[in-house]
T-cell receptor
Framework: DVKVTQSSRYLVKRTGEKVFLECVQD?????MFWYRQDPGLGLRLIYF???????EKGDIPEGYSVSREKKERFSLILESASTNQTSMYLC?????????????FGSGTRLTVV | QQQVKQSPQSLIVQKGGISIINCAYE??????FPWYQQFPGKGPALLIA?????SEKKEGRFTISFNKSAKQFSLHIMDSQPGDSATYFC?????????????FGQGTTLQVKP
């Protein structure tokens, strides 16, 4: 069974801390994504990567950075956590299959910044 | 132009009833429209998807209706069951892009009452 694994289900961090969210996929997918999910706002794209060491900003990149040193791993970094970054973070990977990109999501990391 | 607008935000339906969720988009370059289903504690999973060359696609109790001229598409769940209670997201993407980056709607929380 193919998987996208996020390292933590729940995290509590203090304001100003540097936070790392890790995501690993075992499907050899080229593309990986980080979304945040907030009630009433849906899934908003933070960053995505279409190849190792390649990254592009999504719709809400401010306050975040990413790292993709290996194809299977995509990390989201909160340089200095703030309370407005309290949210559910979802990682996804995708690859082209029969003409469309199929997405597989991880189960999410619920981050609380206090 | 990148937005996908989804309504309603929440929906309560009796068991056996029809659940209808609507989405609208602006970008005419979008050519792939999936629906994702998310249960509590899980990441979203692909439910059903449609291309704009057809007006309707049915898979079991789930049907997508697509109106290209109105730039709208909707999900119909026939004979709704308590097990359908979940959050539903519509999405859109441009198949010609090299990542198939999905733009998601705001989400609809569906509760099916026994």
């Amino acid at each position: 069974d193919v998987k996208v694994t996020q390292s933590s289900r729940y995290l509590v961090k203090r304001t100003g801390e540097k936070v790392f969210l890790e995501c690993v996929q075992d499907m050899d997918h080229e593309n990986m994504f980080w979304y945040r999910q907030d009630p009433g706002l849906g899934l908003r794209l933070i960053y995505f990567s279409y190849d190792v060491k390649m990254k592009e900003k999504g719709d809400i990149p401010e306050g975040y950075s990413v790292s993709r040193e290996k194809k299977e791993r995509f990390s989201l970094i909160l340089e200095s956590a703030s309370t407005n970054q309290t949210s559910m973070y979802l990682c996804a990977s995708s690859s082209l299959l029969r003409g469309v990109y199929g997405y597989t999501f991880g189960s999410g990391t619920r981050l609380t910044v206090v | 132009q990148q937005q996908v607008k989804q309504s309603p935000q929440s929906l309560i339906v009796q068991k056996g009833g029809i659940s209808i969720i609507n989405c609208a988009y602006e970008n005419t370059a979008f050519d792939y429209f999936p629906w994702y289903q998310q249960f509590p504690g899980k990441g979203p999973a692909l439910l059903i998807a449609i291309r704009p060359d057809v007006s309707e696609k049915k898979e079991g109790r789930f049907t997508i209706s697509f109106n290209k001229s109105a730039k709208q598409f909707s999900l119909h769940i026939m004979d709704s069951q308590p097990g359908d209670s979940a959050t539903y997201f519509c999405a859109a993407s441009r198949g010609s892009s090299n990542t198939g980056k999905l733009i998601f709607g705001q989400g609809t929380t569906l509760q099916v009452k026994p």
